[in-house]
């Protein structure tokens, strides 16, 4: 069992960045791949990016590519969102997502553990 705790979300004006934090608990964390979803009011659970359990494949939706990094520490059980460039459309709720497999996709399916998620709000 993981448990994921996110956070680091908060206010912030268009052009902007913040960083997310996802700490999970356990001593498995580099056998998951980690993932970020995100969820913007009246619409459904899109996905952001993906990180292989040792870092070295990751992937991003087109709508943060370029703008968005994803990282982890394994040891610090962390796992990391850098956004920059920051636009209102990126404002929802960002959850962080652990899968039971070294590498994982796009889907929620994918992915077996949830954290509770941390609002980005952006504002123009």
């Known amino acids: 069992q993981v448990q994921l705790v996110e956070s680091g979300g908060g206010l912030v004006q268009a052009g902007g960045s913040l960083r997310l934090f996802c700490v999970a608990s356990g001593r498995t964390f580099n056998s998951y791949a980690m993932g970020w979803f995100r969820q913007a009011p009246g619409k459904d659970l899109e996905f952001v990016s993906v990180i292989s359990w040792n870092g070295g494949n990751t992937y991003y939706a087109d709508s943060v590519k370029g703008r968005f990094t994803i990282s982890r520490d394994n040891a610090n059980n962390t796992m990391y969102l850098q956004m920059s460039s920051l636009k209102p459309e990126d404002t929802a709720v960002y959850y962080c997502?652990?899968?039971?497999?070294?590498?994982?996709?796009?889907?929620?399916?994918?992915?077996?553990?949830w954290g509770q998620g941390t609002q980005v709000t952006v504002s123009s």
């Open positions: 997502a652990a899968a039971r497999s070294l590498y994982s996709g796009s889907s929620r399916n994918d992915y077996d553990y």
